[in-house]
């Protein structure tokens, strides 16, 4: 019995022992403990570019489809800072009376506007505002605002419309005409679709019609803020 036991265990060990040899053998053969990567890919996948989302619509188009009641809502974050009453006090910012139109850094007389602004220059025109309210700093580095803007660009065209209710300002700028792609690069027409035959599918009197020339017949149908 004890022989009997003894030669079962034997086959056991053995049976390990070879199991640990074929272990290493393997690791060694497919590398299976070097991280590196193999010099040549099974596969590669390659990923489609996309755009750099929604093309940016021009303030011109904005401000013609504003609403200065609802500039007004938005200026009511302003008014910590701002008046815009003609004949308003300075505060923490300057009164923002007849603003649009006005000399950057230099509107309300006696407000001690930073150099920053006042480094930058030009008329406050409605690109020159559109840019300080959505970031001040980015504008004028160096200003004492400390208003961070507005993201939205049809909020900061309302408050644009709002601030020419309040002293006016140059006059509004031309909407611009944007195109629409009417196709995708690299799409295809579907059967049946688009100005010619396609394969699989019999042609319409229209698509017939489109690849004629000139002199052939038809068939019948029968078939918060601002400067500181």
């Given at each position: 019995?004890?022989?009997?036991?003894?030669?079962?265990?034997?086959?056991?060990?053995?049976?390990?022992?070879?199991?640990?040899?074929l272990?290493?053998?393997?690791?060694?053969?497919?590398?299976?403990?070097d991280?590196?990567?193999?010099?040549?890919?099974?596969?590669s996948?390659?990923?489609?570019?996309?755009?750099?989302?929604?093309?940016?619509?021009?303030?011109?188009?904005?401000?013609?489809?504003g609403?200065?009641?609802?500039?007004?809502?938005?200026?009511?974050?302003?008014?910590?800072?701002?008046?815009?009453?003609s004949?308003?006090?300075n505060g923490?910012g300057?009164?923002?009376?007849?603003?649009?139109?006005?000399?950057?850094?230099?509107?309300?007389?006696?407000?001690?506007?930073?150099?920053?602004?006042?480094?930058?220059?030009?008329?406050?025109?409605?690109?020159?505002?559109?840019?300080?309210l959505?970031?001040?700093?980015?504008?004028a580095?160096?200003t004492?605002?400390?208003?961070?803007?507005?993201?939205?660009p049809q909020?900061?065209?309302?408050?644009?419309?709002?601030m020419l209710?309040?002293g006016?300002?140059?006059?509004?700028?031309?909407p611009?005409?944007i195109?629409?792609e009417?196709?995708?690069?690299?799409e295809?027409d579907?059967t049946?679709?688009?100005p010619?035959?396609?394969?699989?599918?019999?042609?319409?009197?229209?698509?017939a019609?489109?690849a004629?020339g000139?002199?052939?017949?038809?068939?019948?149908?029968?078939?918060?803020?601002?400067?500181?």
């Amino acid at each position: 019995m004890n022989d009997r036991t003894n030669t079962i265990f034997g086959w056991i060990l053995f049976a390990g022992i070879i199991a640990l040899g074929l272990s290493i053998a393997s690791g060694l053969y497919f590398h299976a403990d070097d991280p590196e990567r193999p010099e040549t890919m099974a596969y590669s996948v390659e990923v489609a570019e996309t755009g750099g989302g929604e093309a940016e619509v021009p303030i011109a188009n904005l401000l013609a489809a504003g609403d200065a009641a609802a500039g007004e809502k938005v200026f009511a974050k302003c008014t910590a800072c701002h008046s815009i009453n003609s004949g308003g006090p300075n505060g923490i910012g300057p009164n923002l009376y007849g603003v649009l139109g006005s000399a950057i850094g230099g509107h309300a007389p006696g407000f001690a506007y930073s150099s920053a602004l006042k480094e930058v220059g030009g008329t406050w025109d409605y690109d020159a505002m559109n840019a300080w309210l959505e970031n001040p700093k980015a504008f004028a580095p160096g200003t004492k605002m400390s208003f961070a803007g507005l993201g939205n660009p049809q909020d900061r065209a309302n408050v644009m419309l709002y601030m020419l209710q309040n002293g006016g300002g140059p006059p509004l700028p031309e909407p611009v005409e944007i195109e629409e792609e009417t196709a995708i690069e690299g799409e295809t027409d579907g059967t049946g679709e688009g100005p010619g035959a396609t394969e699989g599918a019999a042609p319409d009197t229209v698509e017939a019609a489109g690849a004629m020339g000139d002199e052939q017949p038809v068939p019948s149908q029968g078939g918060g803020a601002a400067e500181n």
